[in-house]
């Protein structure tokens, strides 16, 4: 009994969409029919879609965390050229230079040689101690944290002994070891900060960005 030919290589095809508009509208599509955008407010509802669209995970809208005036506040913060302070450069990179509104200043101390020591001082990770350099700039600023907990537990200390209040805070932090109780923390503070957060374990670099490329600028 003779066997079917295996197929060479060459007979291998695919069927897949090459049209990118088509893509983007197809994936626009498929986030409004599937999240449950109807829970939030209009200006938040553009900026989780865009979040979807990062993750592909259409159940972010019941898991967010905002204060009612985050988006304005971040956005008119922008547009008055305030700088973008980031815990990772992961989170720098991904800010869409061309959405900004004022040219802002993007800013993540993660490379600068004193860190390493500043981190030993304060008993910290790198990431946290990073934020005490954002303290000349921190006032009226829009802070973006995807990645370190420690980052988002400090800047709230550092809120809570200088008074120093940024414009709004993204915090969007990922991982199993203070990512969730950190964003709960930014939500329930009591210092009045703007914020932003997806409760949970969830986050990370492409979320957070996600989140502030919408921000910066409605087009879609």
């Known amino acids: 009994m003779s066997r079917p030919a295996t197929p060479g290589p060459a007979s291998v095809t695919y069927e897949y969409l090459t ?35 990062a993750a592909a995970q259409t159940d972010l809208p019941e898991h967010l965390g905002y204060s009612a005036g985050v988006v304005t506040a971040c956005r008119t913060a922008l547009q008055a050229g305030a700088p973008i302070l980031c815990d990772a450069q992961m989170v720098a990179s991904g800010v869409i230079r061309s959405r900004l509104p004022a040219d802002n200043e993007i800013v993540c101390h993660l490379g600068e040689p004193r860190l390493a020591e500043l981190a030993r001082e304060l008993g910290t990770t790198k990431t946290a101690a990073a934020v005490e350099l954002w303290k000349p700039r921190l006032a009226g600023a829009v802070v973006a944290i995807g990645n370190a907990p420690t980052a988002l537990f400090h800047l709230l200390e550092v809120v809570r002994d200088t008074g120093l209040m940024p414009a709004g805070v ?20 009591p210092f009045g900060l703007e914020y932003l957060v997806l409760h949970g374990r969830r986050g990370g670099s492409a979320i957070t960005v996600a989140a502030l490329n919408a921000i910066a600028s409605e087009a879609e």
């Open 170 to 189: 993204i915090g969007i932090p990922v991982g199993f070891v203070g990512a969730a109780e950190s964003k709960r923390a930014l939500a329930d503070n």
């Open 19 to 53: 049209d990118g508009a088509e893509i983007y509208r197809h994936s626009f599509a498929t986030i409004r029919a599937e999240a449950n955008l109807s829970i939030l407010p209009p200006d938040l509802a553009h900026v989780a879609t865009r979040m979807i669209h």
